[in-house]
């Protein structure tokens, strides 16, 4: 459970301030090598190594840089710094060693792509046959450094295919604190034929961008849950402001339906929901027996449907709120945060292999405290929850891909505990909340 909260109190409500996945995974069968055969012949290995450094090492594939006019630079393996093209520029990342990523600043505010590029023809449809988990993906290890400006796309391309618009999976990547794994699905490549191609891979900007890349393969067996980047997914990009209620009552913001929940057997354990005040103007709950309760702020249903939105442009913003607790005992327990959406799963046989069905589920993200020790008792305690604590997929901050892009509730809530366990602490006690928003 994640611990990465800020609070601050203030004397009075402030003015809302409103602005505008992936894990590796095992080698589990192919080959390990590299390109395999060429000029068009039949390579059978099921992973493709087409650039990078140690075992990506391989020499068929070198990587290009591709300005607004049109001239491909390539990129020296032992001085990555002369690969400079037109509005485009390469150096080395974290460091000159061999392992380290190529950073690509594309400036100018035009265009620029990298290519991996080959001599001759190669036949990748290996990277698709027998494989786990729906077939092959494409995939890289990048480090965003800047994000696209509103607009801007951000593509892929494979031998023959239409560009794919990754931008809102980069943009949810670069709320990440560490590198992240692309992974993207050929099936998502309209277009695409991998029996033949000099290129297998080409990543590019429409604009300004400054992001690392290493390590670009193709490969069957990594279609792996939510860390494959879903392109079917096409919700609205939700507003900055998640919950507001003014001094009339009306209710703003993509989460405007509020109410109290318990995680209790159902039961409320004697809590209560009221919304208002004299001065606070959102929403309030009094805890009852235990801290199995809360509040959430859900996407009011279209046509008694579920509303699901994409959050993945405030991937490096907070998440922030207003909160008030008052306690009858002298200490405040600690309370947590979430939110809740639905992720895609792959349905898969007793041993492992796809079925080719999927479906989504419900799923919630990475809880995070507040605690105790910072709220200040009877005041109005900001609080601030990093979108990167939210959504990370793991300890080492590579982010959730789809989850962000999915989201129609956010429950903030006790710690939880039957009155039996201690849960006690909070009865009586009340939480109030009110303008929550993302803020960059």
């Not at 449809?125 to 092959?136: F, I, L, P, S, Y």
């Not at 939105?309 to 945060?337: C, G, H, Q, W």
């Not at 910072?374 to 891909?401: C, D, H, I, R, W």
Request: charged fraction near 20%; glycine fraction near 12%.
């Amino acid at each position: 459970m994640n611990k990465a909260v800020k609070t601050f109190a203030l004397s009075a409500i402030s003015v809302a301030l409103l602005s505008g996945c992936v894990l590796d995974d095992k080698y589990d069968g192919g080959s390990t090598g590299g390109g395999g055969g060429g000029g068009g012949g039949g390579a059978t290995t099921a992973i493709f190594r087409v650039y990078g450094y140690g075992d990506y090492n391989v020499k068929e594939f070198d990587l290009y840089a591709v300005g607004q006019g049109g001239n491909e630079i390539k990129i020296q393996r032992d001085d990555v710094t002369t690969g400079t093209a037109d509005n485009i520029k390469t150096e080395w990342f974290a460091s000159t060693e061999e392992d380290s990523p190529i950073l690509v600043t594309i400036s100018d505010d035009a265009p620029g792509s990298i290519i991996a590029k080959a001599d001759a023809n190669y036949d990748y449809t290996a990277t698709t046959n027998e494989g786990k988990n729906g077939g092959g993906t494409v995939r890289a290890r990048i480090f965003p450094q800047t994000l696209p400006e509103a607009g801007q796309r951000i593509t892929v391309e494979i031998p023959g295919s239409e560009p794919l618009d990754i931008t809102e999976l980069y943009t949810t990547l670069a709320g990440g604190t560490g590198e992240q794994w692309i992974k993207l699905p050929m099936s998502c490549f309209e277009g695409a034929d991998l029996s033949t191609g000099t290129t297998p891979f080409k990543i590019t900007s429409e604009s300004n961008l400054k992001f690392a890349l290493k390590d670009v393969a193709l490969r069957s067996n990594t279609y792996t849950e939510d860390f494959t980047f879903d392109c079917a997914l096409s919700n609205e990009i939700a507003e900055a402001e998640v919950y507001s209620r003014d001094v009339e009552g009306n209710v703003t913001g993509w989460a405007s339906n509020a109410s109290g929940l318990s995680l209790s057997g159902g039961s409320q354990n004697g809590a209560t929901v009221a919304v208002g005040g004299t001065d606070y103007h959102g929403h309030l709950l009094t805890f009852g027996t235990n801290g199995n309760a809360g509040l959430h702020f859900t996407a009011p249903k279209v046509d008694e449907a579920d509303v699901f939105t994409d959050l993945s442009a405030y991937s490096t913003a907070k998440l922030r709120f207003n909160m008030i607790v008052n306690d009858t005992v002298e200490d405040l327990p600690d309370f947590k945060v979430r939110m809740v959406g639905e992720k895609l799963v792959h349905e898969k046989e007793e041993d492992g292999t796809w079925t080719g069905n999927s479906a989504y589920t419900s799923t919630n993200s990475a809880e995070v405290v507040i605690e105790a020790d910072t709220l200040t008792k009877g005041a109005v305690n900001v609080v601030e929850v990093p979108f990167s604590e939210l959504f990370a997929g793991n300890a080492a901050g590579q982010m959730l891909v789809n989850l962000p892009r999915n989201i129609n509730r956010l429950t903030i809530m006790g710690q939880g505990g039957t009155q039996a366990a201690g849960g006690d602490k909070y009865q009586g006690m009340t939480m109030h909340i009110s303008d929550i928003e993302f803020v960059k």
